[in-house]
């Protein structure tokens, strides 16, 4: 199997995720981020925060990335959620190593 090479923000947002690491996950996540998951978009610091807590750390999502192309990331994810695992996609704005902008939807 070909090794999947992933820029740096997603690299980090993976290993916080499936560390379940609240604070790492923060910090992924550049000034005046959006996340757009479920039909709702989250904006800024406490939003993401909020989003982070309730769709990644409390149902203890484990990401395994299946391609990355361009800017889009194909991945199953599980955890204590019904249905999983499932596949998604995440499509990531990145500006300096920090996402700016994430986008997850069911594939």
């Known amino acids: 199997m070909n ?3 992933l820029p740096k923000a997603v690299e980090n947002f993976i290993a916080a995720t499936n560390a379940h690491d609240a604070n790492a996950l923060n ?3 550049g000034d005046g981020a959006t996340v757009r998951d479920d039909g709702t978009t989250y904006t ?3 939003e993401i925060r909020e989003w982070i807590q309730g769709h990644l750390i409390n149902p203890k999502i484990v990401i395994t990335p299946t ?3 361009g800017d ?3 991945a199953f994810g599980d955890g204590d959620f019904p249905g999983g695992p499932l596949s998604f996609a995440f499509v990531f704005g990145i500006k300096d190593d920090q996402i700016t902008d ?3 939807d069911p594939v």
Do not use: D, N, P, Y
């Open 3 to 5: 090794e999947i090479i």
């Open 27 to 29: 910090t992924v996540f």
């Open 44 to 46: 800024g610091g406490a």
């Open 67 to 69: 391609s990355f192309a």
């Open 72 to 74: 889009r990331l194909v």
């Open 102 to 104: 994430l986008t997850i």
